[in-house]
């Protein structure tokens, strides 16, 4: 398991900072409301406030009692309300209701909100509109970066996909480029930009701004190169089914804020145990970047070694043995539960994916990125579909195949989505609609006529007019262009080579080798050639919005320094554990240290359910 | 009647092939299997004691806290300037529709990126320019003062602003427009908010066709802030009559009664679909009002304790606004043998919703399996050619349908007869292997002549058992030519 690591990889900066910037500030605000208050916490933010701050931390600070957001009426004694919450108007909505209550009912409290990261005007015009505005106070808690482990660092906000991508609502944006201003206050300053897409273009703007308006303070950059990408950019690469021990754990068993929960099947024991999965855990650093069929192997070493090292306890006098329990004792009893945690985890974990046929959905996956036999791919979704197995699977692979082949036929189309609806429900339609919108599932447009007019359109006017006519018809296509980008970039390995997957040789091995991830393969591609030189074609493809800018005064720019080879790569829709462990791989070959910012780790399903609208 | 989700997701389950299929040979597994023991009989080693809580540290660990005097201000001090260079970020459509209009390519502008805004827009509003003013002070008496473009400025900050005076139409679009130059959501959402205040829908609405990006914010609000009303109203001025249709469709799903539910989806029926999805709408009108009708009927039969499959397997869940094929799977469970003409009959249902065939036969074949009905099993597949000899011919490959009884616990017998009648002989040995159906694995080993693997074989099976003696009666049949 062993990684030849470059010597000279750089060393990570220490990101605990960021845990007690927000702490302070939260404490901060809690003290803009003294005196003993009760304070309501938005379902979703416990878990990351739970990383930074714990209850004690809270009460010394006067609060009172803890609740959770729920939108019900509340309980509560307390003449002091605090909400902790998301700037969501549906929220908002629900402190008016308790508000209006507690006037009706003649009770007069004081109350507090506090918007994590910030507050929107919409939330404030809420309270307007229901008349209670300046009967509550509100507050920004700018809890922009929580840091997960060494090198991921997460703004825990999912729905800035949906927001964005689907929505179009740019309401995200200066929070990016917010959080970017935060970090590249503290690590910057910065000396390279590179980026992507069309948010990734909007979040530079956004924190070039805020760069410019604040104060100035020279200090040594401890990391120097930043990379922005769009999620839009890539799909195919979240779509896909993780094969790696983390990506796995998170398809399976759901990743929360760097934190899982193994139910009983897994602790063989009648209870639930929640583990925290980072690299203090010596088990899993060793496991999580490795491909699943490599996971035994080691795991089973690890056993033998463990017992080994118990056994040494045999023979020993009475003074050797009180140096074995007093130093080593205690981490053989700790390495000994998590080995016996992960062990459950991957039986758990084989036993769920045998049953649901696992290597024939991953043949269908490869066929499908390497645009072969694709009836066989179809007819396999199609029984997918009519035998009822998970809906989000199907929707999964039908985007899946929309992404590879430019769309479907219009008859495929029409077919699977039928099929689709009756076996999932009609209301379905309103899914149907979203992923169209978004490009992800779509019906190929009838190609002749495109050609034909494009070919009279381009004697009309000159060369250069005539390449962006092209564009302009094949954005209007909304073709993803998938076949084109995998020749150009070599994403898809040759079928008939061998791939060992103990000994990795690209990052190709994180879909056992069967596919390099678009994203992370763009980002080799950009640093190595220093800019998108070379990538015309590329870019092209994938409908432009690409930039490359350096920082010029102050700034570090020697390419060998440290901070250059520290890269912070910000993903702007969320990005999967597969592709973070895909970056760490090319870290290792490349003498790079990735850190990677992201507005969520996301992973299949959590991209499609983003998607669904069959609820109220 | 109602039960826990638990109870029902179990029920619903049933159609879904969940069965353990889980192969105990996996050498992998029996590896991990082996340091599972290994590493649990450790477990006998050593004493447990403080470490419960090792590994759960989950929940509030934190360090000792830290001390506020870490100014909130000093470390939202940012650093020397860095002179980033702007970039182009004007295209404001979404990525994936169209970045160029095809007018503007016509029109000689040299600008490589255009927004269809800037296209459409009436640009006589753009050839305004905004008298720059600077700020007398930071005082809020003097607010009024601001520019679109400092107005904008001071909203992104959150400071203080006031739209009230920008009044005529040209001063309002020129602030939205502003606010959209920025990227910034929050602002674009805000300026929304007053233009919806001060401006009659009909001017917003012509005013927002042409600024696509803005358009997008109001209808992301309106629909956060449940303004369904209004929303339809700018859907029908645009003529966008199907995200009208849709919009309207999908508040069926705030209707919980059954009945006011059909009615509104009869409604619906009418809306300015798609033809494909009209059709969709159409069938979930039908399908509801059907299973309304079957649940009725159901509920009676099972309360009156006289039909015996009701007794037999009770209903754990109502099969009102199930989908479809879920629908099919109820019925070819609790209704099989009814006749064409009842509304509750599988082959009814089938014709009315057009189901696919491969379709029908997968849900029958799993309802009939649950049941354990393999005559039915038998005679979904039986045709009679023209001579009369029956022949087993099914839509869907026998691999499949072997996979489909297995999970269903079908019992050696039955299945052996579909592993038999798989084609590819390798596939076919290795599921008679995985459902243990040793005389197709020692029958087709005879068909290949192939002494050495029947050989092998011999020791897999049950000693004293019909299939040893059958093994050994072919071994020792001099008729067979064997080729090794």
Known sequence: MAHSARRDSPELPDFSVLKRLARDQLIYLLEQLPGKKDLFIEADLMSPLDRIANVSTLKQHEVDKLYKVEYKPVVSTSDQLCFLIRPRIQTVKWVCDVVNADKAAGKFKRYKIIFTPQKFYACETVLEEQGIFGDVSTDEWAFYLLPLDEDIINLELPEFFRDNFLEGDQRWVRTGGSALHLFHSIYGPFSKVYGIGRCSKMVYESWREQVKEGEQKARQAEVGTVFLIDRDVDFVTPLCSQVVYEGLVDDIFRIKCGCVEFGPDVTSSDKSIKVMLNSQDKVFNEIRNEHFSNVFGFLSQKARNLQTAYDKRRGMDIKQMKTFVSEELKGLKQEHRLLSLHIGASESMMKKKTKQDFQELLKTEHSLLEGFEIRECISFIEEHINRQVSMIESLRLLCLLSLTENGLLPKDYRSLKAQYLQSYGVDHLLTFANLKQLGLLVEQQPGETLTVMESKMGKLVNDKTAGKLTDAFSSLAKKSNFRALSRRLSLVPKSDEEYDLRVPRDMAYIFSGAYIPLSCKLIEQVLERDGWTGLEEVTRLLNGHEFAVTGSNGADLRPQSDAQRIILVMFLGGCTFSEISALRFLGRERGYKFIVLTTAITNSARLIEAMLDNHV | ?484
């Open chain 2, 1 to 484: 009647m109602m039960k826990s989700k638990a109870d029902e997701e179990d029920y619903w389950n049933s159609s879904k092939f969940k069965a353990f299929t889980f192969d105990d040979e996996d050498d992998e597994f029996t590896k991990l299997k082996e340091s599972r023991q290994a590493v649990n009989s450790i477990c006998g080693l050593v004493e447990e004691e403080e470490d419960e809580d090792e590994v759960e540290k989950v929940s509030w660990s934190g360090e000792p806290v830290g001390s506020i005097s870490w100014s909130v201000r000093e470390t939202a001090s940012s650093l020397r300037e860095q002179s980033f260079p702007k970039i182009d970020t004007t295209p404001s459509l979404p990525k994936n529709s169209s970045g160029y209009s095809l007018s503007s390519l016509f029109k000689g502008k040299t600008k490589s990126f255009q927004s269809f805004s800037e296209v459409l827009s009436d640009s006589s509003v753009r050839l305004y320019a905004p008298e720059l003013r600077k700020p007398k002070s930071e005082y809020k008496d003097y607010v009024s003062d601001w520019s679109p473009e400092e107005t904008v400025h001071r909203m992104q900050q959150g400071k203080a602003v006031s739209l009230e005076k920008f009044r005529s139409l040209q001063e309002k679009l020129l602030l939205l427009d502003e606010a959209v130059g920025v990227h910034d959501g929050n602002v674009i959402t805000a300026v929304l908010i007053y233009l919806k205040k001060s401006l009659s829908k009909e001017v917003l609405f012509r005013e927002l066709e042409s600024r696509q990006t803005a358009l997008r914010h109001f209808i992301h609000y309106l629909t956060e802030s449940k303004e369904q009303r209004l929303l339809l109203e700018l859907y029908r001025a645009l003529g966008r009559t199907e995200d009208e249709a849709l919009l309207q469709y999908k508040e069926h799903l705030r209707i919980t009664d059954e009945n006011k539910r059909r009615d509104f989806l009869k409604s619906c029926v009418s809306l300015p679909f798609s033809p494909e999805d009209a059709g969709h709408v159409q069938d979930h009108y039908t399908l509801l009002e059907r299973q309304i009708i079957i649940e009725a009927t159901d509920r009676q039969a099972e309360t009156g304790g006289k039909v015996e499959i009701f007794q037999k397997f009770p209903r754990r869940a109502s099969i009102l606004n199930m989908p479809l094929i879920t629908t099919l799977y109820y019925c070819c469970f609790y209704h099989y043998a009814e006749t064409e003409g009842t509304y509750s009959s599988p082959a009814n249902i089938r014709q009315t919703f057009r189901i696919a065939e491969k379709q029908y036969f997968v849900t029958a074949l799993a309802a009939r399996a649950k049941l354990k009905a393999w005559h039915d099993v038998d005679a979904l597949f039986t045709s009679r050619n023209w001579l009369g000899f029956t022949r087993k011919k099914s839509p869907l490959s026998f691999s499949r349908v072997a996979d489909i009884l297995s999970k269903n616990n079908a019992p050696v017998q039955v299945l052996q007869e579909y592993v038999g009648l798989v084609d590819d002989v390798e596939l076919r040995v290795a599921l008679a292997q995985k459902y243990k159906c040793h005389f197709i694995v020692i029958s087709t080993y005879r068909d290949l002549k192939d002494r050495q693997l029947l050989l092998g074989y011999r020791g897999k099976v049950e000693r004293g058992s019909e299939e040893e003696r059958k093994i050994d009666e072919l071994l020792s049949n001099p008729q067979i030519r064997w080729k090794n």
